[in-house]
């Protein structure tokens, strides 16, 4: 839960730049499985869609804000995405542009942050470059064309 916390923050610093979306596959460390020592909840597996469900359910209770969506029963996003059982992507205009590495291990958010940062900085110089390319336009005088009757 940790790592959600954080990730929360990065939602509310970056949501300006970004829409944020989890999406929750099996449960990595379920009751009636291999159990986490320090896990908030008691998971067991799911069994039906139901189950996850409830328990994206307790998920989004620690992300206020950010869209929560459920992988389907047989993990197909969990598979499509190498997720098992975290890990940080940024699509854009539906390709991917930044994969972050499998987790617990690659589960990086700083690296995360950096890249949103510079992301940022691309977007506000873009901005900057709009705004002076509309001053100039504004700036250049229009040409009068007048029309005589004859």
């Not at 499985?33 to 597996?45: F, N």
């Not at 940024?90 to 617990?104: S, T």
């Not at 110089?125 to 709009?130: A, T």
């Amino acid at each position: 839960m940790a790592r959600l916390k954080l990730f929360h923050g990065l939602v509310r610093q970056y949501e300006d730049v970004a829409d944020h979306l989890v999406v929750y596959i099996e449960e990595a460390h379920p009751s009636d499985g291999w159990v986490s020592s320090d896990a908030p909840y008691q998971i067991p597996r799911h069994r039906c869609l139901e189950d996850r469900l409830g328990a994206a359910r307790l998920m989004h209770l620690e992300v206020p804000g950010c869209a929560v969506v459920v992988d389907n029963m047989e993990n197909a996003s969990n598979a499509a995405y190498g997720a098992y059982f975290d890990r940080l992507y940024v699509l854009h205009d539906g390709k991917i542009v930044y994969q972050g590495g499998r987790g617990p291990e690659g589960y990086r958010i700083s690296e995360l942050r950096d890249w949103l940062h510079q992301y940022r900085q691309t977007l506000l110089l873009l901005l900057e470059e709009e705004d002076e390319q509309e001053e100039e336009e504004e700036e250049e005088p229009s040409e009068v064309v007048e029309v005589m009757d004859v």
